[in-house]
């Protein structure tokens, strides 16, 4: 074997292998510096986490999930109005948002031509909407309320309005993602069978792609469900004593209601805020657990 080709097969075995032998000084500064950025964040992480836990480890009982809000007895303070405002918010935010960005991201991907400036155009918008800060959602939903001469904006429509919008890039882009990976003979085979184009992304491209849809949309759900920016454009309040009743109730959301607590100056509603945070952490981890078992669970291999 000759030189040229061992040196080629080596540098092709650490391209594959992502490991290299140079030891250099550089190399071995770099390599220290991302190891300890790393342990320098997920040790900061831990250390918030264990302080929330333990400030709001005695407000951790059933009062903090059945009771409403109250300054007066701020002992007993509870979420239950911003835990099901939460939970309403994301059923109304998933069925705005996921129909639309899926069949935003079929069309896009499997019908719209990409030579088309227009396509183009929206593509190239589409990544840096993934990028605009969630404010700027809050104050496109009120816009939008606005125009389809709605008074108030506070109520679960309004702030399902401006999660949806929210996450509507997150999942087009991750439903494009899961669609391009399923293989193109798939495509031919139902064609070549005689079936259109509509039928084979029907039956066969779009069922072939769901595991990374679902994927995609839980986590885009689980950033949604831990925004408060976008909530506090459109006008929810914070002090609601009471459950949904529909669309047009106002409610609260358990960020907003956090946020609130965190700025009072009694101990008590600090505290309840803690317990609140930990509340609001695990339905997010439970969400990203959800994505991750289904991922797991349907994931296909071509």
Do not use: C, H
């Not at 950025?37 to 407000?59: D, E, Q």
């Not at 990203?288 to 291999?301: C, H, P, Y």
């Amino acid at each position: 074997m000759s030189i040229a080709a061992t040196t080629a097969r080596e540098v092709t075995e650490r391209l594959a292998t992502g490991r290299s032998k140079d030891r250099g000084v550089g190399s071995m500064v770099f390599l220290g510096l991302l190891w300890f950025s790393l342990f320098f964040g997920v040790v900061v992480l831990l250390a918030l986490i264990v302080s929330t836990v333990i400030k709001g480890a005695p407000r951790f009982d059933g009062e903090l999930l059945t009771n409403y809000t109250s300054v007066v007895r701020p002992e007993t303070a509870g979420f239950r109005a911003g835990i099901l405002g939460s939970l309403w918010l994301m059923l109304f935010t998933a069925l705005l948002a996921v129909p639309l960005g899926i069949a935003a991201a079929l069309y896009l991907q499997e019908f719209a031509d990409s030579d088309r400036p227009w396509n183009r155009f929206v593509e190239v918008n589409l990544q840096n909407l993934a990028a605009v800060p969630s404010i700027v959602y809050g104050l496109l939903a009120v816009a939008v309320m606005a125009l389809l001469g709605f008074d108030r904006t506070g109520i679960v429509l309004g702030g399902a309005l401006a999660l949806a919008l929210l996450i509507l890039p997150v999942i087009i882009i991750t439903t494009r993602e899961a669609v391009r990976a399923v293989p193109r003979e798939m495509r031919d085979g139902s064609l070549a069978l005689g079936a259109t184009v509509w039928q084979t992304t029907w039956k066969q491209t779009l069922p072939s792609a769901i595991p990374g849809i679902a994927t995609g949309t839980i986590l885009g759900l689980s950033r949604a469900i831990g925004e408060a920016a976008p909530l506090v454009v459109v006008g929810l309040a914070s002090s609601v004593t009471f459950d949904p009743a529909g669309m047009l109730s106002q409610i609260t959301a358990l960020p907003m209601q956090i946020y609130s607590l965190t700025s009072q100056s009694r101990e008590e509603l600090r505290q309840a805020a803690s317990a609140a945070i930990i509340v609001l952490l695990v339905m997010v981890l439970g969400l990203n657990a959800l994505a991750i078992f289904i991922r797991n669970k349907f994931q296909r291999s071509w």
